[in-house]
């Protein structure tokens, strides 16, 4: 079966993942999994399911929902979690704005994903929620390369990078006090092409904005964003008619799409394998605010 | 494919970013965007060389300040293996990072500038990477190219490195004489080192064998998470249950007898699930359930093992700290939380026999304390017996954690060695 008992990196990713997502379980008393719909979540979910078959996956999962998604992605949400029967909690960005919680930016780059901030928090709050299930990856950013899997987060829900848990071995220290909770990411080691390959591997469905399709789109950036009622478009930014697909999900307003014909998961492997460009510098705008966009928005308790 | 871990300890002096930047580039692992990104920060900051650390120095603060503070994570792959690196900062102030990034490693790097020679941080990352159990070590003698290439140069560091390495026990050890900033030896042979027949840096880390680091022969299950579905409408599903953890050693299979500590009741294996299919075997590292014969009362923080090879179940144990506080100090009395598995028990530091000096091996035994990144011998008295093996024989089996029980924080690593 195993010659010299090796194990592919997929199998060890995935053990690995599954030992975590198992010691949570074990150790919180109100865990629940952020689930946006996008790839890596639906990993995450397909790891829940496997780490506790054939029981059903013993947390909740939770959308922020910025209220500016893609269709398609709301769609399958909804689906998936009505198959695995698992309890759905959207905290909405709109009701955080319908309550004063927070102001809606303006102007030509107005984007809602900061405010989730804020939504997510209080969420946490609400629900008591000890610790959260994130799909975050530490090769997507560089801010991420130096979180632990168990990332501790304080009353406010700041990371302090600079006082961090040291983290050996499978040793996770998951003690808080009241009102402290942690964050957890089992797909720390995982990168891009990892996911990809996973998802083929397992057979996984995923959102059909993965795949490349005709679209409107206008360049901005660099970027080509999608025509949406969310996003005020300039003069000088025309729509015109793309083969396109997603390689991030996220928020209609600040996730672009990138040329492409792969219409096929091995397509698209094909191409991740081959791209000389990261996701989020080619595919997301809340990133290139600076050089510490990402480190800044963690502290305040982004994801 | 598999995975290298690998943990690699220096300075930006050392050059050891150039080195992982020279890893990622030469086998094109960095992105177009993210080499841009690091040359216009560059030259903003009035550099005349695209500066590769800043590749890997990810916090706010370790770009002003231009050191690495913390443990990064970075991910290759080549055709051959996929490899992660535990980039650590090498000052002595950081000893508890780079004990953190060595304690899952495959392999260790240690950094040698070939014109200073061995030097006390080389020899102090060399003892951490052994206190740690790293089953392989490099020594990368790096800026050849400022030697004039010299064989020389390279065989004198390796015959003093290998004189010290005989006071350690480091495995397996390897000599690789390089220049990070021009690229010899790192994923290519150079031609301008022909004296040298050994393997370039990457090709060793793609080939080095590391399947048999594990221990495959002392079976040993800590029993994570009891899986009860409670499902009432399902039949087949009401009496499931199913132990679930991840192999700390040996091999499992279905119909072997096992034993279940504390109560030392045995019984047979009925069927191993991994991610929800049945699978014949299973070893460390997976994550599987098991499916016994005989209902026995088993819960997390036991321990599965085989009849006639048995873990220490422990209450004393002696042990090597690395103690990881600014906040406290370790002394006798001192008291604490300890994880260790799947098992968390309280303790109390009964005796410090020595604090060892991390750069000359020199044991001081009126040591009275430890302090932040110092490190020394200990004996704990647990609340709990614990299942633990040496560290030596089992690296998770026999490491653990220490956390403060009014703070919360880890503030030491433990490696057993002696239980009982």
């Not at chain 1, 975050?136 to 950013?141: F, G, P």
């Not at chain 2, 002096?13 to 580039?25: E, F, N, V």
């Not at chain 2, 080389?122 to 004039?148: C, E, I």
């Not at chain 2, 009014?406 to 239980?419: D, F, P, R, V």
Request: negative net charge; aromatic residues 8%.
């Amino acid at each position: 079966m195993h010659p010299d008992y090796q194990m592919s990196q997929l199998d060890v990713l995935e053990s690995e993942a599954i030992h975590v997502m198992r010691e949570v379980a074990a150790e919180f008393e109100r865990p629940v999994l952020l689930f946006s719909g996008g790839k890596d979540s639906i990993v995450m979910l397909a790891l829940a399911e496997r780490a506790f078959w054939p029981a059903r996956i013993p947390f909740p999962v939770m959308h922020v929902d910025t209220g500016h998604n893609f269709p398609e992605v709301i769609e399958f949400r909804d689906r998936r979690v009505a198959e695995l029967g698992v309890r759905l909690v959207v905290a909405s960005v709109q009701a955080s704005i319908d309550a004063g919680r927070v102001v809606e930016e303006t102007g030509r780059h107005a984007s809602r994903n900061r405010l989730q901030t804020v939504t997510l928090l209080d969420a946490i709050e609400e629900h008591r929620f000890d610790a959260l299930f994130g799909g975050a990856r530490r090769d997507e950013e560089k801010a991420r390369a130096k979180e632990r899997v168990f990332s501790f987060r304080d009353e406010f829900g700041q990371w302090d990078p600079k006082n961090q848990r040291p983290e050996l071995w499978n040793l996770y220290n998951t003690r808080l006090h009241r009102g402290e909770h942690i964050r957890v990411f089992p797909l720390s080691n995982w990168t891009e092409l990892d996911i990809w390959s996973y998802l083929e591997r397992e057979s996984l469905e995923i959102p059909v904005i993965y795949f490349a399709h005709q679209r409107q789109v206008f360049e901005r950036d660099g970027l080509l964003l999608a025509d949406n009622p969310y996003v005020p478009r300039g003069e000088d930014e025309p729509l015109f008619d793309a083969l396109v697909r997603y390689r991030t999900v996220g928020d209609m307003t600040c996730t672009g799409a990138v040329s492409s014909t792969a219409a096929t998961m091995a397509e698209v492997i094909t191409e991740v394998a081959a791209t000389r460009i990261t996701e989020r510098g080619q595919t997301r705008a809340d990133d290139r605010t600076s050089e510490a966009a990402m480190e800044d928005r963690k502290r305040e308790g982004y994801f | 494919m598999d995975i290298l871990r690998f943990a690699t300890a220096g300075s930006v002096d050392d050059g050891k970013s150039t080195l992982i930047g020279r890893l990622l580039y030469d086998s094109k692992s960095i992105f177009a965007d993210q080499l841009e990104a690091v040359e216009r920060t560059s030259r903003d900051r009035g550099e005349d060389y695209t500066n590769l650390a800043l590749l890997t120095d990810g916090l706010r603060a370790e770009r002003e300040q231009g050191i690495t503070i913390d443990v990064a994570y970075r991910y290759f792959a080549t055709p051959r293996r996929k490899f992660i690196i535990a980039d650590t900062p090498g000052h002595i102030q950081y000893t508890r990072n780079m004990v953190t990034g060595a304690s899952t490693a495959d392999l260790a790097v240690v950094l040698v500038d070939a014109r200073n020679g061995l030097t006390e941080q080389s020899r102090r990352h060399a003892f951490l990477a052994t206190l740690l159990r790293v089953p392989h070590m490099v020594l990368a003698v790096n800026k050849m190219d400022l030697v004039d290439y010299d064989v020389e140069v390279f065989e004198r560091i390796c015959a003093e490195f290998s004189a010290f390495a005989a006071r350690l026990q480091v495995g397996d050890l390897t000599f690789v004489p390089v220049s990070a900033l021009h690229g010899d030896n790192v994923v290519a042979r150079s031609a301008n080192m022909p004296w040298y027949d050994g393997p370039s840096l990457l090709h060793h880390l793609e080939r080095v064998h590391i399947a048999s680091d594990r221990n495959l022969i002392d079976v040993r299950f800590p029993v994570q998470y009891v899986i009860r579905p409670h499902a009432a409408t399902d039949a087949a599903l009401h009496d499931y249950r199913g132990y679930a953890g991840q192999v700390a050693g040996g091999v499992l299979r279905p119909g072997d007898e096992v034993l279940h500590l504390p109560s030392g009741f045995s019984t047979t294996i009925r069927a191993i699930e991994a991610a929800g299919t049945a699978v014949p075997e299973a070893f460390a590292p997976m994550s599987v359930t098991l499916l016994l014969n005989d209902d026995v009362d088993i819960s997390r923080g036991d321990m599965i093992c085989r009849p006639n090879n048995r873990p220490a179940a422990a209450q004393d144990i002696e042990a090597m700290v690395c103690w990881m506080s600014s906040e406290r100090v370790l002394a006798p009395r001192t008291r604490l939380v300890v994880k260790h598995t799947t098992r968390t028990v309280k303790a109390i530091v009964t005796d410090l026999h020595y604090r060892i000096d991390v750069n000359t091996l020199h044991r001081d035994e009126s040591a009275a304390q430890l302090g932040l990144n110092e490190i020394g011998r200990v004996r704990l008295r647990l609340t709990q017996p614990i299942f633990c093996d040496p560290y030596a024989r089992n690296r998770a089996t026999g490491g653990l954690i220490l956390i403060d029980e009014t703070t919360n924080a880890t503030i030491g690593a433990a490696m057993i060695t002696e239980a009982g």
